[in-house]
């Protein structure tokens, strides 16, 4: 799977969040976009991911030389952010199930590991409206690391999470992202030092 932007730029009414970024992103490597707060890496996310247009510049998705259309790349990516909420009506075992009619598990992995990964097998059945911030953070990365999609998007991925969770999230990180496109929206150095290339969004204003 690669990803290439072409002149890839962003606007909301008139005022610029990013212009003139040109990036191929490939599969089996792992980016972390940079930049402080408001920066607009967030935006550049979404926009990567096609749940946002461009307004300017062209985004073409490509897995083993075919082309995937925005409409259905959905299928190949997994995302992790602030903005996407979980559905606090679900229990935790309602929620991974809904989540797994949309997308196959990596190998090996079912419901009942899922639940061990997290470490959470005494809140299987407790509503997600119930959960701390970090225990929904903590879903959030479980869910998406655990679906069989070649490219991984987080976003500040270990916000809400403590010393543990840090620890838990770079064991993730080696355990679930070889071999796929990783890219990591982040201002925070031990979220991302692991990546092989950096953008700063800021560059692109
Ligand atoms: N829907 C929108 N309409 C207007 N402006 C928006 C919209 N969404 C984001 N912005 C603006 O775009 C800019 C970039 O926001 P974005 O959330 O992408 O930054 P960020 O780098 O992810 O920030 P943070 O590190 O704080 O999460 C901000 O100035 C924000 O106000």
């Not at 355990?175 to 030092?193: G, H, K, M, P, V």
């Amino acid at each position: 799977m690669e990803i290439v932007l072409e002149n890839i730029g962003r606007r909301f009414n008139r005022e610029w969040i990013f212009r003139g970024i040109s990036q191929t992103f490939i599969q089996g490597d792992s980016y972390a976009i940079l930049g402080p707060n408001g920066s607009g890496k967030s935006t550049f996310l979404q926009v990567l991911s096609g749940s946002l247009s461009e307004s300017e510049g062209k985004i073409t998705y490509r897995r083993n030389d075919v082309e995937i259309s925005t409409d259905h790349i959905f299928h190949s990516l997994s995302i992790a952010a602030p903005y996407l909420e979980l559905i606090e009506e679900f229990t935790l075992s309602e929620l991974i199930d809904f989540h797994f009619k949309f997308k196959a598990y990596v190998p090996g992995f079912d419901r009942g590991r899922l639940i061990e990964l997290l470490g959470f097998e005494r809140a299987k059945n407790k509503n997600i409206r119930f959960f701390s911030s970090g225990m929904k953070q903590r879903t959030k990365l479980a869910l998406a690391m655990a679906s069989d999609t070649p490219v991984l998007l987080l976003d500040e991925p270990t916000s809400n999470l403590d010393k543990e969770g840090l620890k838990w999230y770079h064991m993730l990180i080696q355990q679930f992202t070889a071999n796929r496109l990783l890219i990591i929206c982040s201002n925070q150095e031990n979220e991302y030092d692991f990546c092989g290339s950096c953008l700063n969004i800021a560059d692109y204003k």
